[in-house]
């Protein structure tokens, strides 16, 4: 079981909106809806940002959403802010032997 | 608070044995699997394996089976990683994290990750 496929980086500027995209199969991604995005900045934990496609935990900006289409999953970041460079990792439940896959991660830069 | 604390950094010899450990509070600890997540020096998340501490049922990712041991005591809401003889290449940061799990149809389907611990960094080096 592969890694889920993300772009190595991606970039906008304050108040922009971007995009991440995170490509698996339908054994992954486009088979269930158990999609979930990380955040993780230099020298810290992981925190959990998006899970089941496109809910938000509490205490999580709306500026941060999920979407799904076939394979892939998106995670789009609106009004984009300097505390938003970080990088990010999406997930998912896999039906094969790994159990739970990770994405390749994604390294957001705020211009 | 819900929280998830680590031990601390460890520094070993390659082939020495190692136990980290990982205390959930806040919460009912055996109600929840948890899950342990390696992040090599620079590199992404890799999701390690789970254990639920009611009954310490453990699952392995296939490239972990047999190079690590996943454990529990439900006694002090503790979970466990452990080597037996550690590489070079075991150098890394360890979390665990509190694994949302659903069982449809007898099928256990591993959700997400909502409490991380700090993390747990492990360096091997002779």
């Known amino acids: 079981q592969s890694a889920l496929t993300q772009p190595a980086s991606v970039s906008g500027s304050p108040g922009q909106s971007i995009t991440v995209s995170c490509t698996g199969t339908s054994s992954d991604v486009g088979g269930y809806n158990y999609v979930s995005w990380y955040q993780q900045h230099p020298g810290k934990a992981p925190k959990l940002m998006i899970y089941?496609?496109?809910n938000r935990p509490s205490g999580v900006s709306n500026r941060f959403s999920g979407s799904k289409s076939g394979n892939t999953a998106s995670l789009t970041i609106s009004g984009l802010q300097a505390e938003d460079e970080a990088d990010y990792y999406c997930?998912?439940?896999?039906?094969?032997?790994?159990?739970?896959?990770f994405g390749t991660g994604t390294k957001v830069t705020v211009l | 608070e819900v929280q998830m604390v680590q031990s601390g950094a460890e520094v070993k010899k390659p082939g020495e044995s190692l136990k980290i450990s990982c205390k959930g509070s806040?919460?009912?600890?055996?109600?929840?699997?948890i899950a342990w997540v390696r992040q090599m020096p620079g590199k992404g998340l890799e999701w390690m394996g789970i254990?639920?501490?009611?009954?310490?049922?453990?699952r392995y990712s296939p490239s972990f089976q047999g190079q690590v041991t996943i454990s529990a005591d439900k006694s002090i809401n503790t979970a466990y990683l452990q080597w037996s003889s550690l590489k070079a290449s075991d150098t890394a940061i360890y979390y665990c994290?509190?694994?949302?799990?659903?069982?449809?149809?007898?099928?256990?389907?591993?959700?997400?990750?909502?409490?991380w611990g700090e993390g747990t960094p492990v360096t091997v080096s002779s």
């Open positions: 089941d496609v496109s």
């Open positions: 254990i639920y501490p009611d009954d310490s049922d453990t």
């Open positions: 994290a509190r694994h949302r799990t659903g069982n449809v149809g007898g099928d256990y389907r591993h959700f997400y990750m909502d409490v």
């Open positions: 997930s998912s439940y896999t039906s094969s032997s790994t159990l739970y896959v």
């Open positions: 806040g919460y009912s600890f055996i109600g929840y699997w």
